[in-house]
């Protein structure tokens, strides 16, 4: 028997959060955390957790497993499981909605901070803009972030700055545009991250690559916005 | 309960994938008042899921290619119960829709001229099937889904979009004339209802995969939208019409696409043998996916399936190459690492037909705008109700949706829908205001449901539905099968409509929206079983043992469930394209 803790928080009827200890029976399964989830709330409706897409590529269910951020989807037993135990805790340093349902606000205002959208100040022309393979291989690692938060929850300068250091995720996506051959707003781009807080409150821990359900790797795409800022203020 | 809030918009667009936000981002630059409420975080849409791309002649593989031909494809595909208007409309404006996305931003994979790449994909040809297999499927590696949907989340962050996220839609407004006058919504973070008013109401709420047992589609895509509409007396068109998938993961449900065999990958059975050569001689694995599907299923029922239960194919990738599979199909390898425990660049994945997407919905024309029948057996618009996406059916899949056509779909008809409303809001709408007796008919099942006492566990009406659609309405059906379902759906209504709701909890009850969920779900069963069993033949992906001929002479046009009575009427299919011959029915071979 699988021994399952779940964080649990109810603000209407919790005056404080609680564990709930479930025995779990997996049949012998090799199933994804998130599987576990759901058979617990089929018994336990109560129970309250984002999911969508179940394959790893929405981002809805970053929780804190056996300490670990990561996907409860795409995060297999035989992964994380070690002396029968599975903890289940909501992502760390937001404030709990309810149960493992986190209040992502803050995260979601650093990514708008970093305006994600392509900024181009010359007309389009009538078919695409062109850009070639190798131009376009520097948004590999970078395009595919699903915004799960994953990796700036895990980050203690995010736990101490959520309102000025941008985070990982943030910075990430900054990168994805900085790197793209069609945008031009470069210049606007970095004096809106050149002052104390918004990049330079990572201090290359690493917390946030070593979590990344995607592979992605937010720490080098911080290296290349610092060397961008450092050449500029040359 | 009494009174509740009511908050004022000149546009409400119901859903945050790619159909609605393309509308959304329209209606926004237009300087209209105007919101998205989603029941998930925008980019959490099921259009992330979407993997493979979207199919359009931008002529940047073939520099000859033709929406023509895209065209033809898309009519044949359709098995030929496809609008040609609206066809039309879809493949001639495609590519300007696509262009726009790449000028958004969107990070679609290039050709070494720089242009956007483009893969083949199954039921594509050039020159009008007589010119061999295109490639007309552009594509971001295989995350095209994710790439378009976080696009259009950043533009309409550019265009200051008000979106209400996490807010959950559950009955339409409908005031004394029978207009739609906005929709009742729950906060999900604090449990308020509100009456979000509205002088044009956009249904894009997406697909209903989830009523059956075995699918690609996420949790979430529960048909909401169709639910809704029926339950307003709205009737759905063609929903008999589900596209079973034929690459679904063994075991899992989860996707991988179709682009797979675009880049070359094939199926074997148990021998080894690839037979779609046998099935299909031209096209072979690239033929429409009904055609796949069945053949799957066939060679499965014949004995010749793999793994120790004979009961999937195998997905040959390997001979591909490390390069290509890990540059082209990255997500794939992923997936099937995950999910079936194979590495494909050294071994084949286990897959077998599975649900995948929903060909039926809110019938509208190419102005998004949603239809009934009036008494004569004439189109009559519906005041104020706008459907776009998966959930309508405006048509351009009619039978069977080719590869490529839905994300298409939902930027041109997004697209069409918001540069509509615009001009009508410009033009002025006058629509009487809901009463209090129209706001309160709106809340009455999401108040009975807060009252509800005793009933069953919502989980376990939920697996009981979706095992009865999976064995009763699946790739191959019969009359006899199909009556054993729509039996036992009719004892399954009542406990469902009595599901017990035990926590009244208001924060982030995300039992409560499993509730309403699971009514919607049944709803789009019920209609897809009745109507089902009413279409007495074979068409596109409608696949009956006991008809096995297509009927053009009775059931050449499309099929319209009503919900009172529960009857199924015929309309009109569209064979008046404006500006190209008629596409005639012809059998459709591959
Ligand atoms: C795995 C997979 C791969 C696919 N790959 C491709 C592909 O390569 N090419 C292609 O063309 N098509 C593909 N498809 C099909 C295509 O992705 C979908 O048809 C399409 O994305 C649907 O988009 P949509 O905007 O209509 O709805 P969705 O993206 O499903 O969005 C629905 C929206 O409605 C909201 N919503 C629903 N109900 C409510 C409610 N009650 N209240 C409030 N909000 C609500 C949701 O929050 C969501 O924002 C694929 C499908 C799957 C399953
Ligand atoms: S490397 Fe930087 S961003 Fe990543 S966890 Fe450490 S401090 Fe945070
Ligand atoms: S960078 Fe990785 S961990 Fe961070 S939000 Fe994006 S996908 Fe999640
Ligand atoms: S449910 Fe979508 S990432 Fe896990």
Redesign the pocket.
């Known amino acids: 028997m699988l021994q399952v803790s779940l964080y649990r928080y109810n603000p209407e009827t919790d005056q404080e959060p609680w564990t709930q200890e479930v025995e779990f029976d997996s049949g012998g399964k090799d199933l994804m955390v998130l599987d576990v989830m759901e058979q617990i709330k089929a018994q336990d409706p109560t129970l309250a957790f984002r999911r969508?897409?179940r394959?790893g590529v929405c981002g809805s269910d970053g929780v804190n497993i056996n300490g670990k951020n990561g996907l409860a989807c795409i995060t297999a037993l035989s992964e994380t499981v070690r002396d029968n135990k599975l903890v289940i805790r909501p992502l760390p340093g937001l404030p709990v909605v309810r149960d493992l349902v986190v209040d992502m606000s803050m995260f979601y205002d650093q990514y708008e901070k970093v305006e994600p959208y392509l900024q181009n100040s010359s007309a389009p022309p009538a078919i695409e803009r062109l850009q070639s393979p190798e131009e376009r291989a520097k948004l590999d690692g970078l395009y595919e972030c699903i915004l799960c938060a994953c990796c700036s929850t895990s980050c203690p300068s995010f736990w101490w700055n959520p309102d000025r250091f941008i985070g990982p995720a943030g910075l990430l996506q900054s990168y994805r545009f900085l790197a793209d051959s069609r945008d031009t707003a470069t210049e606007q781009r970095l004096s809106k991250l050149d002052d104390p807080y918004s990049v330079f409150r990572c201090h290359g821990i690493q917390n946030c690559v070593g979590v990344c359900p995607k592979g992605l790797n937010p720490t080098k795409a911080i290296g290349h916005i610092r060397n961008l800022l450092l050449e500029r203020a040359i | 309960m009494g009174s509740i809030r009511t908050i004022s918009f000149d546009g409400v667009i119901?859903?945050?994938?790619?159909?609605?936000?393309?509308a959304a981002l329209q209606l926004a630059q237009s300087g209209f008042k105007t919101a998205?409420?989603?029941?998930?975080f925008?980019t959490?849409?099921?259009?992330?899921?979407?993997?493979?791309?979207?199919?359009c002649a931008i002529a940047s593989d073939d520099p000859n290619d033709d929406w023509r031909w895209h065209m033809y494809d898309t009519v044949k595909g359709s098995d030929y119960i496809g609008d040609q208007d609206a066809i039309e409309y879809m493949c001639s404006v495609g590519p300007e829709a696509v262009y726009e996305l790449e000028h958004m931003g969107m990070p679609f994979s290039r050709t070494e001229e720089g242009r956007i790449y483009q893969r083949p994909f199954g039921g594509q040809s050039k020159n009008f099937g007589e010119g061999g297999q295109a490639a007309r499927?552009c594509?971001a590696a295989?995350r095209?889904?994710h790439a378009l949907?976080h696009t259009l989340y950043q533009g309409n962050m550019k265009n200051n979009t008000v979106f209400f996220n996490e807010?959950?839609?559950?009955d339409i407004v409908k005031n004394a004339d029978g207009a739609v006058v906005g929709?009742i919504?729950i906060c999900m973070e604090t449990g308020e209802t509100v009456y979000v008013k509205s002088r044009a109401t956009v249904f894009?709420?997406?697909?209903a995969?989830r009523i059956y047992a075995s699918?690609?589609?996420?949790h979430?895509?529960?048909?909401?939208?169709v639910g809704?509409s029926l339950r307003a007396g709205f009737p759905v068109q063609d929903i008999e019409m589900w596209q079973f998938?034929p690459t679904g993961i063994h075991g899992a449900g989860?996707?991988v696409?179709?682009?797979c065999r675009g880049e070359g990958g094939y199926l074997i059975n148990k021998d080894g043998e690839r037979f779609m050569e046998r099935y299909a001689p031209n096209a072979k694995d690239l033929a429409g996916r009904d055609v796949v599907a069945r053949s799957m299923v066939k060679e499965i029922l014949e004995g010749r399936g793999c793994g120790p239960d004979g009961d999937h194919v195998l997905l040959k990738l390997d001979h591909l190459g490390e390069d290509v599979l890990l540059s082209r199909l990255p997500g794939i390898c992923e997936l099937s690492e995950t999910f079936a425990h194979v590495d494909p660049t050294k071994e084949p994945v286990p897959v077998v037909p599975t649900c995948?997407?929903?060909m039926g919905g809110i019938p509208t024309n190419v102005n998004g705008q949603a239809l009934t029948l009036d008494a004569q057996g004439n189109d009559q618009i519906i005041p104020g109700f706008y459907a776009?996406?998966?959930?309508?059916c405006v048509s351009v899949h009619g039978a069977n949706?080719l590869?490529?056509?839905?994300?298409?779909?939902?930027v041109v008809f997004?697209r069409a829908s918001g540069l509509f409303i615009e001009n009508a809001l410009r033009d002025g709408i006058v629509m009487r205001d809901a009463s209090d007796s129209d706001i309160e008919q709106g809340m009455s099942r999401l108040d009975k449901l807060n009252n509800s006492t005793g009933g069953e566990n919502v989980a376990g009406l939920k697996k009981e539905l979706q095992n009865i659609m999976q064995n009763h309405f699946g790739v191959f059906r019969n009359a006899e099968f199909m009556q054993q379902g729509i039996e036992k759906l009719a004892e399954l209504r009542s406990r469902i409509d009595n599901a017990e709701l035990s926590d009244k909890s208001q924060a982030y009850n995300t039992a409560r929206i499993e509730a309403?969920?699971l009514h919607?779900l049944f709803e789009v069963a019920e209609a897809t079983a009745i109507t089902a069993e009413e279409r007495k033949e074979s068409r596109g992906a409608h696949a009956r043992d006991d008809y096995q001929e297509r009927d053009d002479e009775n059931w050449l046009c499309h099929s319209l469930y009503s919900p009172g009575d529960k009857q199924v009427a015929k309309r009109a299919v569209n064979f008046e394209p404006k500006t190209v011959d008629t596409f005639a029915p012809k059998a459709r071979v591959y």
Request: hydrophobic residues 35%.
């Open positions: 969508s897409c394959e | 119901v859903g945050g994938g790619g159909a609605g936000m393309r998205v409420i989603t029941k998930v925008p959490r849409s099921h259009t992330v899921s979407a993997q493979g791309g979207i199919t499927t594509a295989d095209t889904g949907l807010w959950y839609a559950t929709v919504a894009a709420t997406g697909g995969g699918t690609t589609n996420a979430i895509n529960t048909g909401d939208g809704m998938h989860v996707l696409t179709e682009g995948h997407y929903m776009v996406g998966e959930v309508a949706r590869g490529g056509n839905s994300l298409l779909d939902l997004g309403l969920e919607n």
